[in-house]
Every structure is written in C-alpha cells, then in structure tokens.
C-alpha cells in the first residue's frame, strides 16, 4: 500500500466555503470556533470540560447501555460508553443518514476519521479520553436517499412506501433486496461473509435503526465505536429547554438568519431556517411544526395546539418533537461531551451559518473537521496510469481536459498556435498605430479583422486537435477507460460505489488498511494505491 496526499483545492471537486476553511481565510473567521488543529483542540478541551455537567454524563452512559441492549458490543466500546461517566472523556462525533449497507463509500471515509481522530488526541493528550461516536440520523424523513445503494454499475434499491421518521421503518421486504444483492456478487468466501452481514443486519432486525446499528457495530466495533440514536426519550427531556424557546422565542431562525446576511456576501447559503426549526415526530408522522393565527400548528395534519399546550406537549412527551437540519447540531452538542464534528463539505457549510446561535444559547460551538477523501486505486490501474503518463494529480482533471492535454503532450507534432497568434498580434499592432496616424476611423476595422483571424487560428488549433484525437483515438480512449475506472460517472468513487465492491477484492485487509491510510489532521485528498 502506498498513500499519496493532494490539497483539497488543487482537485477541482470542493468548494470556495471548504478551500477558504481550510486556508484559515478572514471571510470565515466568524462563523467557526477554533480550527482543526492541535492547538484548537487544546482549547476546546478545556471549554467542553467545564461546560458539560456530571448529571449529563451519567444519563449519557445510562442511554448508550440501554440502546446497545441487544447488540453484543467489544469490551473497547463498552470501555468507552463506561468512561464517559468520567470528566476528562470527550467525544468526537460524525453523523449520517441510514444508508442501506452504509451507502457510498464516504460513509465509511466518516467514520475512520472520526476513530482516528480519537487516536491521534489521545497521543497527544494522554491525561484525557476521546471515543468516537456515530450518530445515526434516525429521524431523518428523506427515505429517496438512503433506500439505494449501487453496486458494480447497478442501483440496487428497497422499494416501498415511507412515511415519518426512517429509524423507525419496518425492514419488510428485505429479502427481495438480499435476494438481488446475493446475485450480483457472487459465492467467493468474501461474498459470502458480506451476505450473511446483509442478512443478519436487515433480515434479523425488525427496524431500520436496530438493522443499520447491527451493521455499523459490526465494521467498526473492534475500534471502540459508539453508535448513539437521538430517537430517545430521555435525551430529548434534557433538551426540553431549547425545544420551548424555539417554539416560544424562535431564536435559531432570528439568530441564524443573521449570520446568513453576513455569510451570503461571499458564499452560497447551504439551508435556510425556518420560523420554527422542529418537527411533530410519532409513528408514521414527521410534519413541521407552524404558527399560525396564535396557534401551533401540525403541518398537514388536524392537529392543532395552544401555547400552554404545546408547552405541557413538551415536558410530558419530549420525544414527540424532532430537531431539523438546523437545531440538530445544538441537540447533538448538548447531549454529548463533543470537542469536534467531522463532516463532509456541505455538512461543514451549513454548521457555519450554527455559530452565533450556539453562543447566544450558551453552547460551546465544536471544531469543523472535514472529513477525509479517498481515492482508491488498483496496482492495475496505477500502472495503466503511468504508461500513458498520467500523474496521480492529472487523473482529477475534468476527462475532456485530461484527454487535450495528453494528446497535445504525445503529438508528434505542436498542437498550439500560440507563436501563431502572438506574431498575428505583432502585424496588427503597426497596422493599428498606422490607422491612428492617418484615419482613426480606419481602427474599428483593423481590429475586427484582428479578432477575425484570430478566431480563424483558435478554429484551426481546434480543428487539429480534434484531428489528432482522431488519428490516436486508441490512446483517448485508454484515457477514458482509466479514469472511468477510478471516476465513476466523472465523479469522486466515494459519493457512489459501495464498500461492498471492494471489500470483494480486498477481504477483510480493506478496513484495516483505510484505518492505517487516514491521517485526519493530514487537510488534504488522499490517494490510496492498493
């Protein structure tokens, strides 16, 4: 194996928000808390530490125990749930949506930043524990984006109706899909393992937050991993008070809402907040909730509440309301001692319009960790790379540019009209000096003639171009087929292809070796030749 680092910025596939972060830039200075570095981590350490409270932590440990009742768990990640009692334990946490068998491989990519992260703190500071924790977006409602996942260029989907909140959805039907699954890849010792995990993750378990908890605890929990499902009673008592100034007060949106004023002058606004930032959550059910005419309000429903109400609602059932994109970060940061959130860019985009809200509700903002970037590429492909004389660098170039600049590397003969050009500008400049000497009105169509016969020579340079790719049309195509290979769809390997695909190639090796690949403090893209 061997591990190769590019910067983010020189890949073409993050954007000016994520580039800027991670150039510490001053547009962005406001709107995080401290950076991603040992020094930053240092400081929120000592921040978190006297901002979490002992009754919080105990009812932490007591939560974790009851949710991983039924999973058999490895004594490092119940050594981990136990040590969080302690003051001197910090989390470092990474959510997702319960992709069916985790989804893209980025998933993946999430949670080993997030244990090696834990690793790297603990070396550096040895007095204090870090465990990594996996929050499951249990409550999420966007069943179209996790009811897939794609396999060897084939979606392979669980097809059903969906309503409310996705933990909670029945895995029926299942067996279709293990079914279609179980053709697609085959009877080698490697298959069958990932056929039996299928099964015993999505067969086994009667709901979708049990069966993406089984799953995930059996990739990762020989590393200590916590899975935790904000879908809890108990958590959501101790989250009440921010749940009764939001419908009360409606303070994510006015505070949120003004950072978006400032943060919009230089980026794109990732979600824009709602007057109320909180769905109505019961079985089937996940509806916003609106005010209106002096009343709450169920969207979609007949369900309609007063104020002292909606407050009783709220201390009685806690667990019938469910944070949005915008509060879920501030549910999250209060119920676990959280020093960092790894995410990937978008996620990132949007935790930086959270900033002054977190202050102004007296919660200590966490450091944004963009998450790690994989390419994976085969001996095979590596070595087919190097005979056409691609770097690892080039193979991010949009495929039409990759293509133009190969060819005009390997032409025997010069595809640019360059000196072409410049000695055609020459001419034309004492034409336009003689017209200025004699008839100024004479300049206007001595430069359309200029711009004519440029464009003449641009066409002449296209039309070789296109006739060289022709005459080593062998070459342009090995080009596209390498990077095809490692760009499926012309896009990063990690939003589409599933971990399944390699793991029949690489066994059991493969999480292991992601694991002594991935350097999360490292900001760049890595590359991974395996």
């Not at 690489?506 to 070796?513: A, K």
Request: aromatic share 12%.
């Amino acid at each position: 194996m061997k591990v190769h680092h590019i910067p983010f910025k020189k890949t073409g596939y993050f954007s000016k928000i994520v580039c800027d972060y991670l150039d510490k830039k001053d547009d962005l200075s406001d709107f995080y808390g401290n950076f991603p570095d040992l020094e930053g981590f240092k400081k929120q350490i000592e921040t978190k530490e006297l901002s979490f409270q002992s009754q919080s932590r105990n009812l932490l440990v007591d939560v974790l125990k009851s949710q991983f009742e039924n999973t058999e768990i490895s004594d490092k990640t119940l050594q981990n749930i136990e040590s969080l009692s302690s003051d001197n334990t910090f989390t470092i946490t990474t959510g997702h949506q319960l992709n069916i068998f985790t989804g893209p491989l980025y998933f993946l990519y999430k949670i080993i930043s997030t244990i090696n992260l834990t690793k790297v703190l603990k070396e550096q500071f040895p007095k204090n524990n870090f465990v990594p924790v996996y929050w499951m977006a249990t409550e999420d409602h966007d069943f179209e984006e996790i009811n897939f996942f794609n396999l060897k260029n084939k979606k392979i989907t669980w097809n059903r109706n969906s309503s409310g909140a996705v933990g909670r959805l029945k895995t029926e039907d299942f067996d279709v899909v293990f079914k279609e699954f179980s053709k697609e890849i085959g009877n080698s010792n490697d298959a069958n393992y990932l056929k039996e995990l299928f099964k015993k993750s999505y067969l086994d378990h009667s709901n979708l937050k049990d069966a993406t908890r089984y799953l995930v605890n059996e990739l990762f929990g020989a590393y200590g991993l916590i899975i935790i499902d904000g879908d809890n009673v108990q958590l959501k008592e101790q989250f009440a008070p921010f749940i009764k100034d939001e419908l009360l007060n409606n303070t994510s949106f006015k505070e949120v809402s003004k950072t978006i004023e400032n943060l919009g002058e230089n980026y794109p606004i990732q979600v824009n907040p709602r007057e109320i930032n909180l769905f109505y959550l019961k079985d089937n059910l996940r509806e916003r909730i609106v005010f209106e005419d002096n009343k709450y309000k169920i969207n979609n429903t007949n369900l309609i509440f007063l104020e002292d109400e909606i407050l009783n609602e709220v201390s009685n059932n806690p667990e019938n309301f469910s944070p949005n994109v915008i509060m879920r970060p501030l549910f999250q940061e209060t119920v676990l001692p959280n020093l960092c959130y790894i995410g990937g860019g978008g996620e990132l985009a949007y935790w930086f319009q959270l900033k002054n809200y977190f202050d102004v509700v007296n919660i200590p903002f966490p450091i944004l960790l963009l998450r790690n970037s994989v390419l994976l590429a085969s001996e095979k492909q590596v070595i087919k790379s190097c005979k056409l004389k691609i770097s690892l660098r080039e193979l991010f170039l949009e495929q039409n540019l990759l293509v133009t600049k190969k060819i005009k590397e390997i032409s025997a003969i010069e595809i640019n009209f360059s000196k072409q050009k410049e000695h055609l500008q020459q001419q034309f400049m004492a034409l336009k000096e003689l017209a200025r000497q004699t008839d100024v009105s004479f300049l206007g169509a001595v430069k359309a003639q200029e711009k004519k016969q440029l464009n003449g020579l641009h066409n002449l340079e296209k039309r070789l171009l296109k006739a060289q790719k022709r005459k080593l049309s062998d070459v342009v195509e090995r080009i596209k087929i390498v990077q095809n290979e490692l760009f499926p769809n012309q896009s990063l390997e990690e939003r589409t292809r599933n971990f399944s695909e390699i793991y029949l190639i690489l066994g059991d090796e493969f999480i292991p070796m992601l694991i002594n690949a991935i350097n999360p403090l490292q900001l760049e893209f890595t590359i991974i030749e395996y």
